[in-house]
T-cell receptor, first 112, second 115 residues
């Protein structure tokens, strides 16, 4: 079945460091891909998405490119801030085209 | 934007009792809602998909009789954990699909603790 694998955390960075969180997927066809963020004590929020190969999603300085050849959707940010500390989830829409399937989440901790 | 309101945010119940969690779509009609369960430091596991006016579709391994889902209207879906036990303690999150290609919105979650 469909699945998402993302890098284990926690990821600990200093402010202004470069961030990469790896995400790869297994799915039939070409599902839409998402990154969600969960700030402490809050619900999930959509960070960015891409719906087809080579699409680049971007938001708040974060970017991810839909790579069909490597079945990947790695999240990057050039300069992280303390306020970016959160749990990040990579996800895809399941084969039925209905629900989201999530990776395990990666905790990011940014210190000043 | 589209908001899903989930209540309660936290609940503590005694073993053997039942707990109901509600999710309401506040400014849109949610034909389809999803229920997830999140264990500490683990991913969100899809439990079931509920469609308004019909029976929920449960994922493999999820007990239908323990986790009762009702989606009686376009703005309300409920999850009832029946005869709760400590192993049911978890974080439960609902989600609604916003429409073709428009993504999903999530409730703020319910922390269930069974003692």
């Amino acid at each position: 079945g469909d699945s998402v694998t993302q890098m284990e955390g926690p990821v600990t960075l200093s402010e202004e460091a470069f961030l990469t969180i790896n995400c790869t997927y297994t799915a039939t066809g070409y599902p839409s891909l998402f990154w969600y963020v969960q700030y402490p004590g809050e619900g999930l929020q959509l960070l960015l998405k891409a719906t087809k190969a080579d699409d680049k999603g971007s938001n708040k300085g974060f970017e991810a490119t839909y790579r069909k050849e490597t079945t990947s959707f790695h999240l990057e940010k050039g300069s992280v801030q303390v306020s970016d500390s959160a749990v990040y989830f990579c996800a895809l829409v399941n084969q039925a085209g209905t629900a989201l399937i999530f990776g395990k989440g990666t905790t990011l901790s940014v210190s000043s | 934007g589209a908001v899903v309101s989930q209540h309660p945010s936290r609940v503590i119940c005694k073993s053997g009792t039942s707990v109901k969690i509600e999710c309401r779509s506040l400014d849109f009609q949610a034909t389809t809602m999803f229920w997830y369960r999140q264990f500490p430091k683990q991913s969100l596991m899809l439990m079931a998909t509920s469609n308004e006016g019909s029976k929920a579709t449960y994922e493999q391994g999820v007990e239908k009789d323990k986790f009762l889902i009702n989606h009686a209207s376009l703005t309300l879906s409920t999850l009832t954990v029946t005869s709760a036990h400590p192993e049911d303690s978890s974080f439960y999150i609902c989600s609604a699909r916003l429409g073709q290609g428009q993504g999903y919105t999530f409730g703020s979650g319910t922390r269930l603790t069974v003692v």
